[in-house]
């Protein structure tokens, strides 16, 4: 007896491969639970058609070929348990999903899985400072330059920032404080993503504490680093702004200047224009990733949250 493959059904015989693509065109974007509820099926069965649509989705992708890539990691279950996300920045969409932990050998199976011909076709690299990534890139892709996602650096500033609300709260009693208290997200925020109410409240504490007055006004200039077409007046700025520090009184600050002075080459590459990339999609991917997260919370299922994220980008099919 002779068995035929009927290419209509999908991967489970009890359903159409145009039933599959269906249920998984509606996962993209509702929970599996609601869609089971709203077909009748078992909670599993909508979790595995999903899959098929997803694998399917990565199979018409094709394989990539990345000229241009963006490395970050995330954090799975509880702790440090954290998982790899590799993506091709021009074509815009993740590429891999993979490793243990955020070390040099978890990146090195990436530049494994993707081949040597094509790690040598890598001409960027964009990713956070840390040093496991970049002597992973360099090991198997030498001929692609490092560039530190700005993104990434300014939140290391940000987060000086918020050190020096601290100490000043810390610092401060009594009455003194209450321009402080509740105002993290005033601070930290960008003047025009502020509301009316917001941007007062801002200005009440800027006027209050001259410290952190220095301190916001220090951070908002830093932006002009990125605006730089040359090394050398990128350069010229940051010293600047680093000798500006002098009798402030800020160490989280002074930290963060020795921070971006030991990783000059990777922010100083921002200023090639061959290498101004959307970073953008970088942060629009991550928020896709934390919303997966979010609806997949309790799931164990990796290969699931793997399919999730290399095919959050992608086209519906």
Avoid at 168 to 185: H, M, N, S, T, V
């Amino acid at each position: 007896m002779k068995s035929e493959r009927l290419e209509f059904l999908a991967d489970n015989p009890h359903y159409t491969k145009r039933f599959a693509f269906y249920v998984g065109r509606r996962c993209r974007s509702t929970p599996i639970r609601d869609i089971a509820a709203e077909l009748k099926l078992d909670w599993h069965s909508v979790k595995e058609l999903e899959k098929q649509y997803m694998r399917a989705q990565l199979e018409k992708a094709g394989t990539p070929a990345p000229m241009v890539i963006g490395i970050d990691e995330i954090s799975v279950g509880e702790g440090h348990d954290y998982r790899i996300v590799v993506s091709d920045l021009i074509r815009g969409r993740a590429i891999w999903f993979g490793g243990t932990d955020r070390k040099e050998a978890s990146l090195a199976l990436f530049y494994q899985w993707l081949g040597e011909k094509k790690c040598a076709r890598i001409r960027l690299a964009v990713m956070d400072m840390w040093k496991p990534f970049r002597n992973a890139t360099n090991s198997h892709a030498p001929q692609a330059a490092i560039l530190f996602d700005k993104f990434h650096v300014i939140r290391h500033l940000g987060e000086a920032l918020d050190k020096v609300r601290k100490s000043e709260y810390a610092r401060l009693k009594g009455k003194d404080r209450r321009f402080i208290k509740g105002q993290k997200y005033a601070l930290l925020s960008r003047r025009e993503n502020l509301t009316l109410e917001g941007r007062q409240a801002l200005q009440t504490l800027l006027r209050a504490n001259k410290r952190l007055n220095t301190a916001y006004l220090l951070k908002e200039s830093f932006d002009q680093l990125w605006t730089y077409k040359h090394e050398a007046w990128a350069r010229r700025f940051f010293d600047n702004w680093r000798a500006s520090l002098k009798w402030q009184r800020l160490e989280a600050y002074q930290k963060f200047a020795d921070m971006i002075d030991s990783h000059w080459d990777g922010i100083a590459a921002y200023c090639k224009p061959e290498n101004k990339v959307s970073l953008g999609f970088v942060e629009g991917l991550n928020n896709k990733i934390r919303v997966i997260q979010r609806r997949a919370y309790g799931l164990r299922d990796e290969e699931y949250l793997r399919l999730k994220i290399l095919t959050c980008m992608l086209p519906m099919l």
